[in-house]
């Protein structure tokens, strides 16, 4: 079975200092491993993923990733932190094979980014 | 292109009763997944439809069932409502089956459970 651990509940960083949200992974075989986004009393939007290829992923709103098959992990980053980052960071794991491709989530991680 | 919408928005009901939720899938998209998530925990899979046929479930009894639809439109049912079926009830459509493509998320139904 998959799994994913989020082991940070809050995550505090100053505006303009660089932010990293950690998250490491347990499946089956090779990854297909993706972080969300929620604001309050909204849905999960897609920030971005990792599926094969380069170990650096590049998403949405100046977030990046990187993946790293021997430590199992695919840490969340972005250089400068804005206020408005502040939200639920969530990562997600599913199995390059295999029929469903259900998401395990994390338990989330609380973004707070102070002015 | 319209986005993931789901409703009711919100909803309550009682112990024992029956509800539905309904979701209109990103134009395109033929997969629907269901996702519960709890109050301050990540969703947990529900299950997930694929061109109307249910294509996996994850650990939910059975008195949660749900349907596609031929214009891939879906909705989740759950009898015999427990207190603990209250959380946020969300929807993510996808292009075609394959686990590469992200997810995208419907706002999600709040169901609160007296």
């Known amino acids: 079975a998959q799994s994913v651990a989020q082991p940070e509940d809050q995550v505090n960083v100053a505006e303009g200092n660089p932010l990293t949200v950690k998250c490491t992974y347990s499946v089956s075989g090779n990854p297909y491993l993706f972080w969300y986004v929620q604001y309050p009393n909204r849905g999960l939007q897609f920030l971005l993923k990792y599926i094969t290829g380069d170990n650096l992923v590049k998403g949405s709103y100046g977030f990046e990733a990187e993946f790293n098959k021997s430590q199992t992990s695919f840490h969340l980053k972005k250089p400068s932190a804005l206020v408005s980052d502040s939200a639920l960071y969530f990562c997600a794991v599913t199995p390059t094979s295999g029929s469903a491709r259900q998401l395990t989530f994390g338990s989330g991680t609380q973004l707070t980014v102070l002015p | 292109e319209t986005g993931v919408t789901q409703s009711p928005t919100h909803l309550i009901k009682t112990r024992g009763q029956q509800v539905t939720l309904r979701c209109s899938s990103q134009?395109?998209?033929?997969?629907v997944s269901w996702y519960q998530q709890a109050l301050g925990q990540g969703p947990q899979f529900i299950f997930q439809?694929?061109?109307?046929?249910?294509?996996g479930r994850g650990n939910f009894p059975p008195r949660f069932s749900g349907l596609q639809f031929p214009n891939y439109s879906s909705e989740l049912n759950v009898n015999a409502l427990e207190l603990d079926d209250s959380a946020l009830y969300l929807c993510?459509?996808?292009?075609?089956?394959?686990?590469?493509?992200?997810?995208?998320f419907g706002p999600g139904t709040r169901l609160t459970v007296l």
């Open positions: 134009s395109g998209h033929n997969t």
């Open positions: 993510a459509s996808s292009l075609a089956n394959g686990g590469a493509n992200e997810q995208f």
């Open positions: 439809y694929y061109r109307e046929e249910e294509n």
